[in-house]
């Protein structure tokens, strides 16, 4: 089910471009929660219990906040998107852990790898000429994700657990594979030219090597002499192969690499100072609400209150958040679930990465010592891509993330038992409710797909409302709807669409301006 889900999320995207962003995501979303589902099913069937290590209690424990805070959120469709993300997420990184326990690890490693170098794939397809419906103009290379920085930000995760299976690869053919892999990755991030991507590449290298120093100390295991410098050369040949051979891309500076590599760093001017004034805006939010944020996925909705005139993340034409999310996992936690939901998650990787070097001290082989490796440098390339991108905030990448956390992690003591016999009426309910949850997430998912493509094809104001109803919590729709009412004086659809949208996106200006037309004025909220 892991595997399948893996490869379904990079190739899941819609060709409907009025909704740029939203026909990768939704998209992907579905294939998340569908994996999910797919692995509660299958791992409940027959267990009598669940049972939780100390760092899965942990990630219970950000989840149970998350839902509470998105109960208070004020939108609640936006919310409830966020949270299940990260239900589906943490039912993934059980479902891999109980894969690798039974003595499957590699096979998923194998092909969680293999999706990702597919992402890869696509991204290369686009910047050497390939059109598709399913690739979009915008940030290209980015292939089937739309954006040339999400599909860097994966390869970066990914690279580690690459690595790994390289070094560890017990024929030649598997031997060769990896290391196409590796430079398939190297060619995508150099094109790509995701900042973030890149420092997460120096990050988990930076782990990797001084991992390999202390492996070589102790066994001088052939294949670190071996494989590692095989992976290098393939991975300066995929560099090199980027930056000679002529690709479709138009990049608007003569020296697009070079400016990559010395502006990486740059707080002082363009997007690195814009990340900087939204990040201490964003801490605004949190002061104002430390212990259960604004929701999550209400960043969109609460920072035009906090934002001083001349925000850079502020869109001038509409006066919403050009993005929806802010450019930082760990910023996005504080400002919409607060404090408490981010210390626990923070602890959640503390005890990963205490486990890891535990393990790695008790490896009494190199094939013993690399996995532990291997998740200590994943952690790293995704703390570091989620502290200047969103990340964890996405369905392709919360796959990734949570499934090779799960795979990677070392055996860890039982620290909560959950009963699950459907026998008894707790056990009815727990399985019951997990599979209620994901299978009403894989719906909603379904039904945004559907209001994607009935808003698309629609031409008529009933039409159009179909398509809101398919999805309410869709502002674009809401706010299509006033704007057609607005155009032929239908004040009573204005009235109920502008409004809804303003429910939806209290500090937006365009749905009060639409009502101020229709004679309805409001305080802006």
Request: glycine content about 8%; hydrophobic content about 55%; some cysteine.
């Amino acid at each position: 089910m892991l595997q399948s889900g893996a490869i379904a999320i990079v190739l899941a995207a819609a060709t409907y471009k009025l909704f740029e962003l939203d026909r990768y995501f939704v998209p992907k979303e579905l294939a998340l929660h569908l994996t999910a589902l797919a692995a509660i099913i299958a791992c409940l069937q027959g267990a009598r219990r669940l049972e939780l290590t100390r760092v899965e209690t942990l990630f219970g424990l950000y989840l149970v906040l998350g839902i509470i805070s998105a109960a208070l959120a004020p939108n609640h469709w936006a919310a409830a998107r966020a949270v299940g993300i990260t239900f589906s997420g943490l039912v993934i990184l059980r479902a891999a852990r109980a894969t690798s326990n039974a003595g499957s690890r590699w096979p998923l490693l194998a092909v969680l790898a293999a999706a990702i170098v597919l992402a890869s794939v696509t991204s290369l397809l686009q910047a050497y000429g390939v059109t598709s419906d399913y690739f979009s103009l915008n940030r290209s290379p980015g292939g089937t994700f739309g954006n040339r920085n999400f599909v860097a930000h994966l390869a970066a995760i990914g690279a580690p657990t690459l690595l790994l299976l390289l070094a560890l690869a017990p024929r030649a053919r598997e031997t060769l594979a990896a290391s196409l892999g590796v430079a398939i990755l190297a060619a995508a991030l150099v094109l790509s030219r995701s900042r973030a991507a890149m420092l997460a590449i120096i990050a988990g290298v930076l782990v990797l090597a001084l991992g390999m120093w202390i492996a070589q100390r102790r066994w001088r295991d052939p294949r670190i002499a071996r494989r590692f410098p095989l992976a290098a050369a393939f991975a300066a040949a995929g560099a090199a192969a980027a930056i000679l051979v002529p690709n479709a891309l138009n990049w608007k500076s003569d020296s697009p690499y070079l400016d990559t590599v010395t502006g990486v760093v740059n707080y002082r001017e363009g997007s690195g100072r814009g990340r900087l004034v939204q990040y201490g805006t964003s801490l605004k939010l949190t002061a104002q609400h430390p212990l259960l944020g604004v929701g999550p996925g209400n960043w969109a909705v609460a920072y035009p209150r906090v934002a001083a005139k001349g925000d850079p993340s502020i869109d001038r034409d509409d006066g919403m958040t050009s993005n929806p999310w802010p450019s930082s996992d760990w910023i996005a936690m504080l400002a919409e679930r607060g404090l408490p939901a981010t210390l626990a998650f923070a602890l959640a990787l503390i005890g990963l990465a205490v486990l890891s070097i535990g393990a790695m001290r008790n490896a009494l082989d190199l094939d013993e010592f690399l996995p532990p490796l291997a998740l200590l440098a994943t952690l790293a390339a995704t703390l570091v891509v989620g502290s200047f991108d969103a990340s964890l905030l996405l369905a392709a990448p919360t796959l990734f993330v949570f499934a090779l956390v799960g795979a990677l992690s070392p055996p860890a003591a039982t620290r909560m038992s959950i009963p699950l016999s459907t026998a008894t009426a707790r056990g009815l309910a727990t399985v019951g409710g997990a599979i209620a949850i994901a299978l009403l997430l894989s719906l909603r998912s379904v039904s945004q797909i559907v209001s994607m493509g009935m808003f698309s094809s629609a031409t008529t104001v009933a039409a159009y409302d179909h398509a809101a109803l398919a999805d309410p919590g869709s502002y674009r729709i809401q706010m299509r709807i006033a704007e057609l009412g607005a155009e032929r004086a239908r004040c009573d659809l204005v009235k109920r669409h502008a409004m809804r949208a303003h429910d939806l996106f209290p500090a937006a200006p365009e749905p009060a301006h639409l009502l101020a037309g229709c004679g309805v004025r409001f305080k802006r909220r």
